[in-house]
């Protein structure tokens, strides 16, 4: 399980679940940003990094992901509380989108400082823009996003089975949705498989207190406060490649580890991100 | 029965791909014909606007039309080619440039032929032939037919052609020679421009199994183009590939519906 | 054809085929060491690369040693273009940028994968659809020990583009067959199994490789 290389005949996918709830407007630790900016700021490097990979020939990405980003919370399109895709501008509206087509159409680029001290700022495309309001209808961004990635798996029945991260710093607040608790849900979601394993979920709470305790791939949720333990049980267990991933990036992964991070700040949403969605590429 | 075809060409070292001077279409007409086409042509460098030449040539011979492969047909063809061509619309920049066009004329080799009785257990190849592109039947490991019948003694003169200059129509249906053979399931096919057909019908006379087994299993692009090279550069002049614009078009018949497809990325 | 009967230059016979030999045995054994799953791709290289290979070291004859000629360091290709430097200003060099990082041939199994089409029944949730057993891998998606290389070839279509002739091309899995998208130049065309391939036009001229590069 979960030994088969992305290549275009096998893309992979990589989808998203952003938490765009009211909360999200705190600031973020002891940076300028909001937790919404900075979980934006992070997913559109994630998917910059993808397509770093995906970069062939010039001028041209390979289509080795199909990629997805759910809001939930504010719909800035729909209007309301609910679910819908994040994507904006020519991909508004695509639940997911084909790495080519990412690379062809952000929404815009822009210039952001250098982390470098007197480096020139860089140019940053950028796919997602940060939202917030309502509450935390995740159960029902499973539900949706669930479809797609079913219709996903059936069509790419050999591929590296689908990622899912769910990005979040509250609570659910509907649960149960249509009949079923999140555990259900986060069930029903990883029981979509390719002839290479089952779906993997993992999950990332981010927190606005600066000094939080930091967890990343624990193995057990002993000392997690609500709504850690929630999050960890419905956490997939880091497969191997991922543990290696983890392990390169110097962070360290017990036996057992899960797919979960609790009290994340950016630069570790970053990481979170970077371990869950590297997969080797063969082409 | 199917047909796997690929064709290879390397313009002549030194030159840019897109100078490369010979033709080469084909393939299977509709679906269910049971019949495919090919054409093959060679366009003489010295000769006026050889590109232009070989591109009316194969344009005209589609899978779909073209002429019947019989004399009559073909010197029709020959006709309205020639017509074809006298007509087009043309700027010259100086006088030689004029008259070269006229008096000149261009000129190229040319092979076609055809596969017919697909849906059969024997398909039948047909030819016609004017100069020294070459098809070569090759059976387990055997060459069975070269047509025109050529042998490495027979390159290097001035080959017959298809010339523009409707005063050489007459000697060009004269000239035109036929062929036709059996197919059977595993045969190759090999159409070849003469700078590799040369080369072809000499290697073969030392060691005829591996000329097969190498041509035979080509199957990338990079992989001919440096074979070409390393026979262009061939120290011994006897086995030395001439340094000209390649074509190899290579058909191999399948039993069956093959079960993959081979691309390159 | 060029004037019959007149010889070409005579450059030196690069240290090139011993080089590609022992380069393309190495892939052999470590592709085959490699947890490789695409066995077909494992052999599609094989095929591309060690047959050629050998061929064209065993077809040189033994050269002396001879320094290497002067020649112009490769040009990087002009921004857009898909890395082929113009062959016009590097005169008999080796193949430079072909065959490198990027260019591999690939077999694409023809059968319809298991799965592939199925979509849920009208009505059905996808989370009822999904419980069920796990698809099982495609033949091309299992492992199995490689045969010999040379039956794959006996059952392929080579792909080429029907427009130009270029072999480097996009393909993706369609509904009915498979997409192709030429990247030479930027045809467009489908393609169901079971029909023959179409007929295809070489015409180096038509590719974007082949055009000088914009001033």
Partial sequence: MYERDISRRDPGCVVFLLDRSDSMKQAWGNSRETMAEGAARALNETLLELLFTSQGEPGKARHYFDVGVFGYGLRPVGGGEGVEPAFGGKLAGQPLVALPDLRDNPIAVREMPSVDVGAPPSRVPVWVEAVHGHRTPMCQAVAVAGAHVYEWASAHPDSFPPIIINITDGMVTDSPYEGAGLDEWAQRLVNIQTSDGPALLFNIFLTPAGSAQLVMFPATDRGLPAPGPDLFRISSLLPPPMVANALSAGIPVEPGGRGFGFNADATNLVRFLEVGTKVDVRD | ?265 | ?215
């Fill in chain 2, 1 to 265: 029965m199917q047909i796997q075809m690929v064709t290879f060409s390397e313009a002549k070292a030194g030159n840019a791909p897109g100078e490369w001077q010979d033709g080469a279409s084909g393939g299977v007409v509709g679906d269910a014909t049971g019949t495919a086409r090919f054409i093959v042509v060679d366009g003489a460098t010295g000769a006026y606007d050889p590109l232009r030449w070989v591109d009316q040539l194969v344009t005209s011979f589609g899978p779909a039309d073209g002429p019947r492969l019989q004399p009559a047909a073909m010197r029709a063809w020959f006709a309205q080619m020639q017509d074809q061509w006298a007509a087009g619309v043309r700027v010259f920049d100086s006088i030689i440039e004029e008259r070269k066009f006229s008096e000149v004329g261009s000129f190229a080799t040319l092979l076609a032929f055809e596969i017919t009785g697909l849906g059969g257990p024997e398909p039948l190849w047909r030819a016609v032939a004017l100069g020294d592109t070459v098809l070569l039947h090759v059976r387990a490991g055997r060459l069975i037919a070269t047509f025109p019948p050529l042998g490495p003694e027979d390159f290097g003169t001035l080959p017959d052609g298809v010339h523009t200059l409707r005063s050489s129509l007459d000697r060009m249906t004269e000239r035109l020679l036929t062929g036709a053979g059996v197919l059977a399931a595993g045969d190759f096919l090999f159409a070849a421009t003469d700078a590799m057909a040369h080369w072809i019908l000499r290697a073969i006379g030392r060691d005829e199994k591996k000329v097969w087994a190498t041509l035979g299993n080509l199957a990338h692009p990079d992989v001919f183009a440096r074979f070409v090279e390393d026979q262009r550069r061939e120290q011994d002049g006897a086995s030395r590939m001439k340094n000209d614009d390649v074509t190899l078009m290579r058909l191999r018949m399948l039993a069956d519906q093959p079960s993959f497809l081979l691309a390159c990325r």
């Fill in chain 3, 1 to 215: 054809m060029s004037g019959h009967g007149r010889p070409g230059q005579e450059p030196s016979p690069p240290p090139l085929a011993w080089a590609l030999l022992v380069i393309a045995a190495a892939l052999v054994g470590g592709l085959a060491a490699a947890a490789l799953v695409h066995t077909s791709l494992v052999i599609a290289v094989a095929v591309a690369v060690v047959l050629g290979a050998i061929a064209v070291a065993v077809f040189r004859s033994p050269a002396p040693e001879r320094p290497a000629p002067e020649r112009p360091a490769p040009e990087r290709p002009a921004p857009g273009r898909a890395g082929f430097a113009d062959p016009r200003r590097q005169p008999s060099s080796p193949a430079p940028s072909r065959g490198q990082a990027g260019t591999v041939v690939e077999l694409l199994p023809l059968q319809t994968p298991p799965g592939a089409n199925n979509s849920r029944p009208a009505g059905q949730s996808w989370w009822d659809a999904a419980a069920g057993p796990p698809p099982p891998p495609s033949s091309a998606a299992q492992r199995a020990p490689a045969p010999d290389l040379s039956t794959y070839l006996a059952s392929t279509f080579i792909a080429q583009c029907p427009r130009c002739g270029a072999f480097r091309l996009d393909a993706r899995r369609a509904p009915n067959g498979w997409d192709f998208h030429c990247e030479s130049c930027e045809y467009i065309w489908a393609w169901q199994p079971g029909t023959p391939w179409p007929p295809v036009r070489v015409m180096p001229g038509r590719r974007r490789e082949s055009r000088p590069p914009s001033p």
